[in-house]
């Protein structure tokens, strides 16, 4: 798939962005004990030092009490509304999504303290550092969220 992708590039003159080629071809590799997307995801959470830790519960030993909290902060949805409105949400926020990134690794990297401030586009104003329970509190006032919290706060009728 690399190679007809590279075919085509090559037809159409497009010179790819080094960084983005070289983390396709390294995530194409086949026979490697883990994933570089994997490992990729595991940084992007803090969590790389304990890859190999089991989550496990109460009763077992795992990952550490502060580990935990790091997991828990993250899927705490900072967006729970329709897929075509996430970006216009976060542009609201002051973070755009380049042309160039997919969607899926945006909002994953615009949820990173490490990551955060690459996609910071609002010139008006400074950047600092957005935590979530921010973005969840901006979207209840989002129209999407609200419009949401109105439907379940709607009594169904039969």
Same mark, same amino acid.
């Given at each position: 798939?690399?190679?007809?992708?590279?075919?085509?590039?090559?037809?159409?003159?497009?010179?790819?962005?080094?960084?983005?080629?070289?983390? *396709?071809?390294?995530?194409?590799?086949? #026979? %490697?004990?883990?994933? @570089?997307?994997?490992?990729?995801? $595991?940084?992007?959470? &803090?969590?790389?030092?304990?890859?190999?830790?089991?989550?496990?519960?109460? *009763?077992?030993?795992?990952?550490?009490? #502060? %580990?935990?909290?790091? @997991?828990?902060?993250?899927?705490? $949805?900072?967006?729970? &509304?329709?897929?075509?409105?996430?970006?216009?949400?976060?542009?609201?926020?002051?973070?755009?999504?380049?042309?160039?990134?997919?969607?899926?690794?945006?909002?994953?990297?615009?949820?990173?303290?490490?990551?955060?401030?690459?996609?910071?586009?609002?010139?008006?104003?400074?950047?600092?550092?957005?935590?979530?329970?921010?973005?969840?509190?901006?979207?209840?006032?989002?129209?999407?969220?609200?419009?949401?919290?109105?439907?379940?706060?709607?009594?169904?009728?039969?």
């Amino acid at each position: 798939m690399l190679t007809e992708l590279s075919r085509h590039e090559k037809g159409a003159g497009i010179k790819p962005d080094p960084e983005i080629d070289a983390f *396709m071809k390294a995530t194409a590799l086949a #026979g %490697q004990e883990t994933s @570089l997307v994997t490992d990729y995801i $595991l940084k992007i959470l &803090g969590l790389d030092i304990c890859a190999v830790i089991m989550v496990t519960y109460d *009763m077992r030993r795992g990952i550490s009490g #502060g %580990q935990k909290n790091v @997991l828990q902060l993250k899927v705490k $949805l900072s967006y729970q &509304g329709p897929h075509e409105n996430v970006l216009e949400f976060f542009e609201i926020m002051g973070f755009k999504c380049p042309n160039r990134k997919g969607v899926a690794n945006f909002l994953q990297e615009v949820t990173s303290r490490k990551d955060q401030s690459q996609y910071w586009y609002n010139k008006n104003q400074p950047y600092t550092y957005v935590f979530i329970a921010e973005f969840v509190q901006s979207f209840k006032s989002f129209r999407v969220g609200q419009q949401i919290f109105m439907d379940l706060t709607t009594p169904y009728s039969r």
